[in-house]
Protein backbone atom coordinates (compact mmCIF):
# COMPACT_ATOMS: atom_id res chain seq x y z
CA UNK A 1 0.00 0.00 0.00
CA UNK A 2 1.52 3.55 -1.00
CA UNK A 3 1.36 6.10 1.66
CA UNK A 4 -0.39 8.73 0.11
CA UNK A 5 -3.18 7.91 -2.73
CA UNK A 6 -4.56 9.92 -5.02
CA UNK A 7 -6.63 8.88 -7.75
CA UNK A 8 -4.76 9.93 -11.29
CA UNK A 9 -8.14 10.94 -13.20
CA UNK A 10 -8.58 12.44 -15.89
CA UNK A 11 -11.47 14.93 -13.86
CA UNK A 12 -12.91 16.55 -16.48
CA UNK A 13 -14.67 19.89 -15.72
CA UNK A 14 -16.90 22.53 -16.95
CA UNK A 15 -15.11 25.57 -17.02
CA UNK A 16 -17.02 27.48 -14.03
CA UNK A 17 -17.58 24.79 -11.75
CA UNK A 18 -15.74 23.54 -8.54
CA UNK A 19 -13.04 21.39 -8.97
CA UNK A 20 -12.65 19.24 -5.69
CA UNK A 21 -9.39 16.62 -5.08
CA UNK A 22 -8.17 14.31 -2.76
CA UNK A 23 -5.68 12.21 -1.17
CA UNK A 24 -5.11 10.01 1.70
CA UNK A 25 -2.75 8.59 3.41
CA UNK A 26 -1.87 6.04 5.84
CA UNK A 27 0.70 7.49 7.83
CA UNK A 28 -0.56 9.45 11.09
CA UNK A 29 2.66 10.81 11.51
CA UNK A 30 2.63 13.52 8.34
CA UNK A 31 2.21 17.18 9.84
CA UNK A 32 2.92 19.32 6.77
CA UNK A 33 0.58 19.10 3.10
CA UNK A 34 0.95 20.96 -0.08
CA UNK A 35 -0.96 21.47 -2.73
CA UNK A 36 1.64 21.60 -6.13
CA UNK A 37 0.24 22.10 -9.81
CA UNK A 38 2.51 20.88 -12.26
CA UNK A 39 2.19 21.75 -16.56
CA UNK A 40 2.80 19.78 -18.82
CA UNK A 41 6.66 19.18 -19.17
CA UNK A 42 7.20 21.37 -16.34
CA UNK A 43 8.43 21.68 -13.10
CA UNK A 44 5.61 21.54 -9.75
CA UNK A 45 4.88 24.68 -8.49
CA UNK A 46 3.74 24.98 -4.77
CA UNK A 47 -0.03 26.22 -4.48
CA UNK A 48 -0.41 25.85 -0.82
CA UNK A 49 0.72 24.58 2.06
CA UNK A 50 -0.68 23.97 5.44
CA UNK A 51 0.07 22.27 8.89
CA UNK A 52 -2.55 21.65 10.75
CA UNK A 53 -6.25 20.35 10.63
CA UNK A 54 -9.01 22.79 9.19
CA UNK A 55 -9.12 25.26 6.28
CA UNK A 56 -7.10 27.18 4.27
CA UNK A 57 -8.47 29.17 1.68
CA UNK A 58 -6.38 31.33 -1.01
CA UNK A 59 -8.04 33.42 -3.71
CA UNK A 60 -10.38 30.72 -5.97
CA UNK A 61 -8.17 27.76 -3.73
CA UNK A 62 -9.51 26.18 -0.65
CA UNK A 63 -6.88 23.53 1.19
CA UNK A 64 -8.70 21.43 3.49
CA UNK A 65 -6.78 19.24 6.14
CA UNK A 66 -8.37 16.17 8.34
CA UNK A 67 -5.97 14.68 10.70
CA UNK A 68 -8.64 12.37 12.44
CA UNK A 69 -9.36 10.67 9.09
CA UNK A 70 -6.00 11.37 7.32
CA UNK A 71 -7.65 12.70 4.22
CA UNK A 72 -6.82 16.22 2.42
CA UNK A 73 -8.43 18.32 0.09
CA UNK A 74 -7.84 21.20 -3.08
CA UNK A 75 -11.14 22.63 -4.18
CA UNK A 76 -10.82 25.41 -6.99
CA UNK A 77 -13.49 27.73 -7.49
CA UNK A 78 -14.71 29.16 -10.55
CA UNK A 79 -12.40 26.95 -12.60
CA UNK A 80 -10.97 28.27 -15.98
CA UNK A 81 -9.56 26.43 -18.78
CA UNK A 82 -5.97 27.41 -17.58
CA UNK A 83 -6.82 25.94 -14.68
CA UNK A 84 -5.92 22.19 -16.72
CA UNK A 85 -2.93 20.84 -15.13
CA UNK A 86 -1.99 17.65 -13.00
CA UNK A 87 -2.48 18.50 -9.10
CA UNK A 88 0.07 16.96 -7.21
CA UNK A 89 -0.36 16.42 -3.37
CA UNK A 90 2.87 16.21 -1.16
CA UNK A 91 2.98 15.47 2.83
CA UNK A 92 6.65 15.38 4.68
CA UNK A 93 6.88 14.08 8.74
CA UNK A 94 9.23 17.18 9.24
CA UNK A 95 11.02 15.27 11.71
CA UNK A 96 15.18 15.47 11.85
CA UNK A 97 15.85 12.50 10.27
CA UNK A 98 13.27 12.92 7.40
CA UNK A 99 13.42 16.52 6.94
CA UNK A 100 13.42 17.65 3.33
CA UNK A 101 11.56 14.22 2.50
CA UNK A 102 8.02 14.61 0.40
CA UNK A 103 6.25 11.80 -0.46
CA UNK A 104 3.98 12.72 -3.53
CA UNK A 105 1.11 11.71 -4.55
CA UNK A 106 0.58 10.18 -8.04
CA UNK A 107 -1.04 13.67 -9.11
CA UNK A 108 -4.59 14.28 -10.72
CA UNK A 109 -4.38 15.37 -13.95
CA UNK A 110 -7.84 18.29 -14.21
CA UNK A 111 -9.22 19.28 -17.90
CA UNK A 112 -11.60 21.90 -17.83
CA UNK A 113 -13.32 22.52 -20.54
CA UNK A 114 -14.61 26.37 -21.77
CA UNK B 1 7.25 32.29 -4.42
CA UNK B 2 11.17 31.53 -4.78
CA UNK B 3 12.63 30.49 -8.18
CA UNK B 4 14.96 27.95 -9.35
CA UNK B 5 16.12 27.27 -12.63
CA UNK B 6 17.48 24.26 -14.60
CA UNK B 7 19.76 24.34 -17.51
CA UNK B 8 19.57 22.60 -20.23
CA UNK B 9 15.95 22.45 -20.24
CA UNK B 10 16.34 19.43 -22.39
CA UNK B 11 18.99 17.35 -23.75
CA UNK B 12 19.66 14.44 -26.63
CA UNK B 13 22.36 12.36 -26.45
CA UNK B 14 24.27 9.18 -27.52
CA UNK B 15 24.15 6.13 -25.65
CA UNK B 16 27.57 6.46 -23.49
CA UNK B 17 28.04 9.86 -23.13
CA UNK B 18 27.74 11.86 -19.73
CA UNK B 19 25.50 14.93 -19.43
CA UNK B 20 25.38 17.88 -16.68
CA UNK B 21 22.24 19.17 -15.40
CA UNK B 22 22.91 22.58 -13.40
CA UNK B 23 19.80 23.39 -11.01
CA UNK B 24 20.49 27.41 -9.73
CA UNK B 25 18.02 29.06 -6.92
CA UNK B 26 17.60 32.79 -8.23
CA UNK B 27 16.25 34.85 -5.43
CA UNK B 28 17.09 32.76 -2.35
CA UNK B 29 19.74 30.07 -0.92
CA UNK B 30 19.27 27.17 -0.86
CA UNK B 31 20.43 25.35 1.96
CA UNK B 32 19.57 22.10 0.66
CA UNK B 33 18.36 20.91 -2.79
CA UNK B 34 16.46 17.79 -3.90
CA UNK B 35 17.10 15.99 -7.63
CA UNK B 36 13.42 13.78 -8.92
CA UNK B 37 12.76 11.75 -11.43
CA UNK B 38 10.05 11.34 -13.09
CA UNK B 39 8.89 9.38 -16.05
CA UNK B 40 6.03 9.78 -18.18
CA UNK B 41 2.47 9.92 -16.10
CA UNK B 42 3.89 9.27 -12.75
CA UNK B 43 4.38 11.11 -10.06
CA UNK B 44 8.21 12.33 -8.68
CA UNK B 45 10.67 10.15 -7.32
CA UNK B 46 13.23 11.78 -4.90
CA UNK B 47 17.15 10.28 -6.31
CA UNK B 48 19.09 12.33 -3.91
CA UNK B 49 19.15 15.10 -1.23
CA UNK B 50 22.01 17.22 -1.07
CA UNK B 51 23.10 19.70 1.45
CA UNK B 52 25.47 22.49 0.61
CA UNK B 53 28.97 21.61 1.24
CA UNK B 54 28.75 18.06 1.90
CA UNK B 55 28.12 14.66 0.29
CA UNK B 56 24.88 14.02 -1.39
CA UNK B 57 22.21 11.43 0.60
CA UNK B 58 20.86 8.62 -1.87
CA UNK B 59 17.47 6.94 -1.84
CA UNK B 60 17.80 3.65 -1.90
CA UNK B 61 18.35 2.23 -5.24
CA UNK B 62 20.14 4.98 -6.92
CA UNK B 63 22.99 4.67 -7.81
CA UNK B 64 25.72 7.48 -6.67
CA UNK B 65 28.40 6.17 -9.43
CA UNK B 66 26.22 6.84 -11.91
CA UNK B 67 24.46 9.79 -10.39
CA UNK B 68 27.15 12.47 -9.45
CA UNK B 69 26.10 15.18 -7.45
CA UNK B 70 27.46 18.30 -6.81
CA UNK B 71 26.27 21.08 -3.97
CA UNK B 72 29.11 23.62 -4.37
CA UNK B 73 27.51 26.75 -3.43
CA UNK B 74 23.95 28.05 -1.52
CA UNK B 75 22.48 28.62 -5.19
CA UNK B 76 23.99 25.59 -7.49
CA UNK B 77 23.90 22.07 -7.59
CA UNK B 78 24.24 20.06 -10.58
CA UNK B 79 23.35 16.72 -11.37
CA UNK B 80 25.70 14.64 -13.74
CA UNK B 81 24.40 11.39 -15.47
CA UNK B 82 27.52 9.39 -16.18
CA UNK B 83 27.65 7.09 -18.91
CA UNK B 84 23.96 7.43 -19.97
CA UNK B 85 21.73 4.92 -21.77
CA UNK B 86 18.32 5.15 -23.12
CA UNK B 87 16.72 3.89 -19.51
CA UNK B 88 18.28 6.78 -17.93
CA UNK B 89 15.45 9.06 -20.31
CA UNK B 90 13.47 10.95 -18.14
CA UNK B 91 12.61 14.24 -16.99
CA UNK B 92 14.60 15.25 -14.22
CA UNK B 93 13.79 18.33 -11.59
CA UNK B 94 15.44 19.96 -8.80
CA UNK B 95 13.97 21.49 -6.27
CA UNK B 96 15.39 24.25 -3.42
CA UNK B 97 14.43 24.84 0.08
CA UNK B 98 16.38 27.75 1.98
CA UNK B 99 14.49 27.37 5.22
CA UNK B 100 15.48 24.78 8.11
CA UNK B 101 12.49 23.62 9.97
CA UNK B 102 10.00 23.97 7.03
CA UNK B 103 9.76 21.15 3.76
CA UNK B 104 8.84 23.57 1.54
CA UNK B 105 10.67 23.19 -1.55
CA UNK B 106 10.75 25.14 -4.59
CA UNK B 107 10.87 23.23 -8.18
CA UNK B 108 12.81 24.09 -11.68
CA UNK B 109 11.34 23.60 -14.77
CA UNK B 110 12.92 20.53 -15.24
CA UNK B 111 15.19 19.33 -17.60
CA UNK B 112 14.19 16.42 -20.40
CA UNK B 113 16.90 14.00 -20.88
CA UNK B 114 16.48 11.59 -24.23
CA UNK B 115 19.39 9.06 -24.72
CA UNK B 116 19.70 7.44 -27.81
Not at chain 1, 50 to 66: C, L, M, P
Not at chain 2, 9 to 25: A, L
Request: with cysteine.
Amino acid sequence: QKEVEQDPGPLSVPEGAIVSLNCTYSNSAFQYFMWYRQYSRKGPELLMYTYSSGNKEDGRFTAQVDKSSKYISLFIRDSQPSDSATYLCAMSLMTTDSWGKLQFGAGTQVVVTP
Amino acid sequence: GAVVSQHPSRVICKSGTSVKIECRSLDFQATTMFWYRQFPKQSLMLMATSNEGSKATYEQGVEKDKFLINHASLTLSTLTVTSAHPEDSSFYICSGSGERGTDTQYFGPGTRLTVL
